[in-house]
């Protein structure tokens, strides 16, 4: 009977670890859908704002632009972590670590680390990397503010000549099942790809300078923007794929759980049967004698 009250107690364990990792599966997909409706609002905005920026960039206004300008010669770069606000996430955050050290041991000139997330507050500090600053309140659904207050502070790392180059590394989002660490520059500001459309003839007010740099600001606050968002559906997406894997792991320790609780059961009725038979038999052959 102790092996069974043992047994008991240890379905019992697993039943509300199942019932946890269910919950956070849920919580997990609740808020990657939230993630990406905000993602999927900004992304007509991203786009124009590429149309128009690619269109502009031929005159010689960019060249005056400082996020466009590259500089002559990179000696200090900075990496942007986008990591998770906290684990049991799989491979997602240390993977992106170890990602982040292959970049800065094969990039120019000398780095140091802004980090976008809490996680590892134990782990990256500690681990010899130079962290410059770390924005731990970044939410789990991030909004313009939150890339409002990242891209101000990059700008100004960036203006004030403390980076060459901004590098922005985080999981890009494949599909729910899949993510891939990637590093992107985001300052200087890249020329969008693809073709230049024909120039229309157009009246830019005050002056084309103005609105190129304007357009400038709004394209730098929206690509920081979409990074966090990428970063946050990426985190949330593994999690709820870490949580069913140990859902499913539940259900298969308690399948084996039941079936050691009706083998222990069986073995149980078995002995006191026995118990019972030669009991009896006992009883028999003491009424014979006498």
Known sequence: ????????????????????????????????RRVQTARGSLALMAEKSREILQELTAGEAAAENPF???????????YVLFVGNRGLC?????ALLHFLETEMARGEGAGFVVICGSWGQDIIEPSGLNVRRR?????????????????????????AGEADRIVMVYQK?????QQ???????????????????????????????VLDALTELYVSSTIFSAMLEARM????????????????????????????N????????????????????????????
């Open 1 to 32: 009977m102790a092996n069974t009250h043992a047994i008991k107690a240890r379905i019992k364990s697993v039943e509300n670890i199942r019932q946890i990792t269910k919950s956070m599966k849920m919580v997990a997909a609740s808020k990657l």
């Open 68 to 78: 466009l300008a590259a500089r002559p010669e990179v000696k200090q770069s900075c």
């Open 90 to 94: 799989g491979v997602y955050n240390s």
């Open 135 to 159: 924005f731990a309140d970044m939410s789990d659904v991030p909004d313009s503010k939150e890339a409002r207050q990242l891209s101000d502070y990059l700008k100004k790392l960036y203006l």
């Open 173 to 177: 989002y494949l599909s729910v099942l």
């Open 180 to 210: 891939q660490p990637c590093a992107e520059i985001f300052l200087p500001l890249q020329p969008p790809e693809g073709e230049a459309k024909a120039e229309r003839e157009r009246i830019f007010e005050p002056d084309r300078k103005s």
């Open 234 to 261: 990426g985190e949330h997406a593994a999690r709820m794929c870490s949580m069913n894997a140990a859902a499913d792991s539940t259900e298969e320790l308690m399948g084996k759980l039941k079936q050691a609780l």
């Open 263 to 290: 083998h222990a059961r069986q073995a149980a009725i078995t002995t006191e049967i026995s118990e019972i038979v030669g009991g009896a038999q006992a009883l028999s052959e003491n009424n014979g004698r006498d």
